[in-house]
């Protein structure tokens, strides 16, 4: 799981098709690259395949003449490659609102490295977790909402993750609905932690819901963004036993740390390359 | 946990008042009972008191005594109280269709010893299951339903119920909906397992809505039966993680494990007198 | 669970006698208190009685006329009480080495108030966690380990920990064995985290054994300090699955969050009240 | 991860190779194979590689050409090869004491054609269980033991499993020791289940030892024997909080279903052909 610093990280998919594992080894072979970790499925139900594979590459490794060698092999499978170089750290931009467990633990995460990141800048709607983002050095841009004129904090929004080269965007308990347009825009990259176990208790107040409906589980789901709210494809779930003396604010406590949990497992598994996106549903290799 | 051959269980609930504790332990003091655990707990936001109690019995105990005197204590607290003697075993009447393991996992409990209840009756609406039951010694009725006349089919499976003199009715995947007549007849003393995690996946073929959603957990739900389909109070949940290569047929799979350990377990609380209803939810001491 | 601002609660514990719950209940209700929530426990193998009692009080209480009152009441019975106000917040010092995820957890819970506690001092016998204390505004001393004496670094320690008034000391990841002495003086008030699941993989690199070993299981434990090195009686423990691709640096990075979580569920639990110390065993009401 | 009924299963390992997924994955290729799932692993701290391939054959496939071929191509990587056909059932012998639950439990899920094995026989050094056996329709071998002569008895063992065919020994709670020439012949082929978190509680009454430690969690083991008692390479393990109400035999009723699904779990392994055996360690792909 841990990867040597010489490690880089090849996925790709493509229609369900016979070679296209081998279009993929065989090139990594003839390239002299020493696969350390393979992993491949091919979903007979959507008839589509995925694969994603950690190598080591070869002294004098060229990067661009092997992203072309390979797209020149898997053009006729329709295949979709993606190449991470070793070290690779995304960058990401965090929004959020008020509640700050999940940005703590984020940040916590990228400050010892356990999440090969770079957290670009914290966006809210509200001006109250600056000081924790400036301690860990990280800029942080507070753009209020006019009820009016909702599109016009949107686009300061997006101005921000376009100008950071953000290729990920987590909402950490952002407690705002997207517009379909900005969804659309962010469709495939961006993640969204709900405090439930959906699809149950969508929408507002799910520990409430779970509360009023006496579960005896609570959870959390970290899921891509779509313009569907709380349904979009599911990444990551976390669970938890719970009891009759959880009043609404028990619940709230609990799920705190299975949402850092759940979220931080489904960022870590997006910036490993593990995550596919197909027909509403996550592959997670 | 386990308890002692001369062990008595005490339970009761009732609304809030200051000295529901004290009218309770007062008088098993009073009466020379050693109290070996004791649990009680006040919902606030429904005004209620639950209590329960394991105790030990001096010698000489009388039981019909020892009820009176406690109804004549608690009657201006308007709490309800149960007793159970030690030893007792509950009679219960399984209700089953085809798919046999929540049956077998139950039947193996008592014949362990694990679950303390006599299984009085397995009804059907189909012959398959006999020979297991039948194995275990087990009376096995199958009434099959004629889907002109299904309250004909439902006095059938009444009759047995009121004539074991069940106390409690377990739907070990039962796959028909009971009338609203007989979920009222039943009330509180039915218990249903439902292969989701409720209130998500509601109806049939959960494990196929599971699937489509992309669910990466799934899980079972045992609950008390009322009028509103799989709404009824939830007793206990089990739930365990899976991914993309689970089809829908390795989500029943893999769900089997999961509802017979949670069917058990929610009817071990039950009989072990550890399930308080009201209002919808359940209290589980 | 949560508590209203004006709940007290009591516990204690005696020898197993006939009356230990009357006495506590009954002065509890002449006092006019109203029990919220009620957990007695008698172990019958050491024939012990342990209670834990969750109350408001009524107006007018008088703590000191209440707790002379107890007193007297329970002495005959050999009982020793334990009473704690309403928003009673503990004063806790916290020892630590390089590693900081226990120490930011922690500090993280303190900050939004989910644990009951008031960090009086952090400890080190290294200068690198200093940032992080100071700025959650906590005093932080560094105490250099002196090989040839190593006893007046724990003097030292043990000036703070007094100075403080500290009723709990929290080794969050402190990588020093104590002397007996300090361990005697901090008997029942110093809890420990180790990262295996004892007695599995007792002292150094527990991470490494659990690899060497191939185990598909990694955990964690939270325990009381004792002379014998990681044989303190457990408080709490938790544990998450891990494979064959999981390399010892992999382990150790999923073990922080078990770590985490399972000593801030200890330290819960005991500035909640609900961990009793008998016979190298806990209870946990 | 359930497979349509066409589906082979190749495995093979060997040491660390450049070209040792190609060589697999290539020959498949060319062969014609259909790849649905593919799982390698290269453990870099022992040198060895490690590959698991579902895969549909085309018509007309040729099982034992396809095999010479394979290994022609494998051999220069000093690669063992396995490869099992669609349908294929393992023969497996089952030895059990008393106990009866990890039994029971895979009887059941032979019954209903969950694990892809044939019980050839149940083998014991008592005759309890032979009902249980008999209405399954397995044949049940009572060999007593004699203390001054175990390897008599355990010549009688060798020779049903001989006789059977079997590639898999269950001790499913054999609660005698093997004699390490037992253990040697059945390198590599023999899952015991022991009932702790090994490397806790190695031994006799692990839940006793487990009780008087104190511990919050109990759990399973399933691993492949060797010469060295409970202390074989690990396959699977399991695990259930418990606390201070657990008497040691509430410890043994609860650890009966982390038995029967930790043991269930492995030998599901084994029999999918995920289990690879190097060092003292699996790699279960």
Chains 1, 2, 3, 4 share one sequence.
């Not at 296209?20 to 008839?47: A, W």
Request: glycine share 6%; net charge negative; hydrophobic share 40%.
């Amino acid at each position: 799981m841990s990867r040597t610093p010489d490690t880089w990280i090849l996925t790709a998919h493509s229609p369900s098709l016979l070679g296209t594992v081998d279009v993929v080894t065989r090139y990594l072979f003839e390239q002299g690259c020493y696969v350390t970790e393979h992993h491949s499925f091919d979903d007979r139900l959507v008839n589509r395949f995925f694969i994603r594979v950690e190598f080591r590459a070869p002294e004098g490794f060229d990067e661009s003449q092997f992203r072309m060698g390979l797209i020149e092999r898997v053009t006729p499978f329709g295949m979709h490659t993606e190449l991470t170089p070793p070290g690779y750290r995304a960058k990401v931009v965090i929004m959020v609102s008020k509640s700050d467990h999940c940005l703590n633990d984020l940040l916590y995460r990228q400050r010892i490295g356990q999440l090969p990141m770079e957290i670009a800048a914290v966006v809210s709607n509200h001006p109250d977790l600056e000081p924790l983002a400036r301690w860990h050095g990280i800029p942080y841009h507070h753009f209020p909402l006019d009820p009016r004129d909702k599109p016009a904090q949107e686009r300061q929004v997006l101005q921000v993750i376009e100008d950071s080269g953000a290729e990920l965007v987590v909402l950490a308990r952002y407690m705002q609905v997207l517009s379909p347009e900005l969804c659309r825009t962010l469709d495939g990259r961006a993640i969204n932690i709900h405090h439930s176990l959906l699809p149950g208790f969508k929408g507002a107040k799910p520990y409430h819901q779970a509360y009023q409906k006496g579960v005896k589980l609570v959870g959390a789901t970290a899921h891509f963004i779509n313009n569907d709210l709380d349904e979009g494809p599911i990444i990551a779930q976390g669970v938890e036993p719970v009891d009759h003396t959880h009043y609404p604010e028990d619940l709230i406590a609990k799920g705190r740390d299975i949402e850092c949990l759940t979220l931080a497992k489904a960022v870590g598994y997006f910036l490993e390359r593990r995550v596919f996106l197909h027909a509403n549903r996550t592959v997670v290799l």
